[in-house]
């Protein structure tokens, strides 16, 4: 079985800091993770993927994450937070064996972002 | 290209009904998952089609259904509509990448 863990409800930060999301994950094999950001009555969108080699990816809109297999973590991380990036985020994970494309999601995190 | 697009965007239904939620992916995506967003649950994987064939099944009743066309457009059904089953369905097509895109959901409501 797989499974995500997004240990804060929510993370509030000031415009300008850095700010990081956390996550945790457990999956047989070797993992796929993806970072996703869901705004108001919309659905969710895809910030960034790891797949195989470096563990520091970049995605959209300055996010990137790193993975860390000794920890089991994705953590979503931006050098210097906006307003706009208030939003829900989710850590997602699926196994690199066969068996489809099902995706795991933590709960989601809130990032609230104030001037 | 267009995005995934889900058909209606919003429903309301009594319970005791049933209702069908359709779904257009990414043009060339031939995966289609579809999951349910509540509060409580958060976000939970119904199933997913590939090739007009179900290549997974999340743990929900016998009464959430799905099918896929040959053109990989896809369809959910749910029958005898419970109160708990109000929630936001989002769809989601995959390419031949790694990573799902998704629609703007359905919003059902149960009555």
């Known amino acids: 079985a797989q499974s995500v863990a997004q240990p804060e409800d929510q993370v509030n930060v000031a415009e300008g800091n850095p700010l990081t999301v956390k996550c945790t994950y457990s999956?047989?094999?070797?993992?796929?993770l993806f970072w996703y950001v869901q705004y108001p009555n919309r659905g969710l969108q895809f910030l960034l993927k790891?797949?195989?080699?470096?563990?520091l990816v970049k995605g959209s809109y300055g996010f990137e994450a790193e993975f860390n297999k000794s920890q089991t973590s994705f953590h979503l991380k931006k050098p210097s937070a906006l307003v706009s990036d208030s939003a829900l985020y989710f850590c997602?994970?699926?196994?690199?064996?066969?068996?489809?494309?099902?995706?795991?999601f933590g709960t989601g995190t809130q990032l609230k972002v104030e001037l | 290209k267009a995005g995934v697009t889900q058909t209606p965007r919003y429903l309301i239904k009594t319970r005791g009904q049933q209702v069908t939620l359709s779904c257009s992916p990414i043009?060339?995506?031939?995966?289609v998952s579809w999951y349910q967003q509540t509060p409580g649950q958060g976000l939970q994987f119904l199933f997913e089609?590939?090739?007009?064939?179900?290549?997974n099944k999340g743990n929900f009743p016998g009464r959430f259904s799905g099918r896929q066309f040959s053109n990989s457009r896809s369809e959910m059904n749910v029958s005898t509509l419970e109160l708990g089953d109000s929630a936001l369905y989002l769809c989601?097509?995959?390419?031949?990448?790694?990573?799902?895109?998704f629609g703007p959901g359905t919003r059902l409501t149960v009555t």
């Open positions: 997602a994970v699926r196994g690199q064996g066969g068996g489809g494309n099902k995706l795991t």
């Open positions: 999956v047989s094999g070797n993992p796929y």
């Open positions: 790891y797949i195989t080699g470096d563990n």
């Open positions: 043009s060339g995506h031939r995966s």
């Open positions: 089609y590939f090739s007009e064939t179900q290549r």
């Open positions: 989601a097509s995959q390419g031949g990448a790694y990573e799902q895109y």
